[in-house]
């Protein structure tokens, strides 16, 4: 299985604390059957993304786990302003390794009323937009209709493992259940930052993926499809969302 969103980099972000947790974490997650993990540290106003001095981080953390699981370095990219027209300007400085891919994290407080245009001009830049656990954000769980429209607009969308299996409530779990049953859910990710709560494990949530939407869009869901972004090329399972 592929992970394209986990925090796994130690003392850069709010995820381990520690080289050893990180280790630990990458032992967890290759016991779960992960061979490769997206590196994704936040670039937001409290946390600076330094590309250079992340790869020097990763490398180090390679050298300390060995050959599995396998690592990429990306970047939870919060959505502002600022942060669109860097992007916008030197977009490999935050996309998945050297693809067109981009994981867009939404705030919590508020959604921008011209969101559907900063999709589109990230895509006019030729990157795919990635957005990150809509099931998650309070804004998008009264309103999931609008991921729909933002997936026909190319968007892909990426929901957190274990909202399926009840980790985070009893709201994100129906609608990141609402996203697989209308074909909106492209990726499942750990989005791991722990190992007590915030778990490397897919393992979990693509097991009741099986139940809810069958094996070959679950399996789609950590291993074609991320393998594919991953390798920077088109996804291999992408329906066309069911709009109601």
């Known amino acids: 299985m592929f992970d394209i969103h986990c925090h796994i980099l130690p003392e850069v972000d709010d995820g ?63 959505l502002s302003y600022e942060n669109l027209e860097r992007v916008l300007e030197q977009p490999h400085l935050y996309t998945i390794g050297e693809t067109n891919y981009l994981l867009v994290e939404l705030s919590n407080y508020g959604v921008p009323i011209q969101i559907a245009d900063c999709f589109m001009r990230l895509g006019d830049r030729g990157l795919t937009p990635i957005l990150t656990h809509p099931e998650r954000n309070p804004i998008l769980q009264q309103t999931p209709q609008r991921v729909l429209e933002w997936v026909e607009q190319g968007c892909l969308v990426q929901v957190t493992a274990s909202a399926l299996t009840g980790f985070w409530g009893e709201r994100p779990e129906i609608v990141a259940r609402w996203l697989l049953d209308r074909s909106a859910v492209h990726f499942l990710a750990t989005d791991a930052h722990d190992t007590k709560r915030r778990v490397p494990i897919l393992s979990q949530g693509r097991d009741i993926a099986v139940r809810i939407v069958g094996t070959e869009y679950a399996h789609a869901l950590v291993e074609s499809n991320p393998a594919a972004v991953v390798a920077g090329q088109p996804i291999p399972y992408s329906p066309r969302p069911v709009l109601d």
């Not at 936040?42 to 946390?47: D, E, I, P, S, T």
């Open 16 to 78: 381990p604390k520690s080289w050893d947790t990180a280790v630990e974490m990458c032992r967890m997650a290759a016991a779960d059957g992960i061979t490769h993990m997206v590196a994704t540290p936040h670039a937001n106003n409290r946390y600076n993304y330094d590309r250079e001095y992340l790869r020097d981080v990763l490398a180090q953390l390679r050298g300390r786990i060995g050959a599995a699981p396998e690592f990429t370095l990306g970047c939870d990219f919060h």
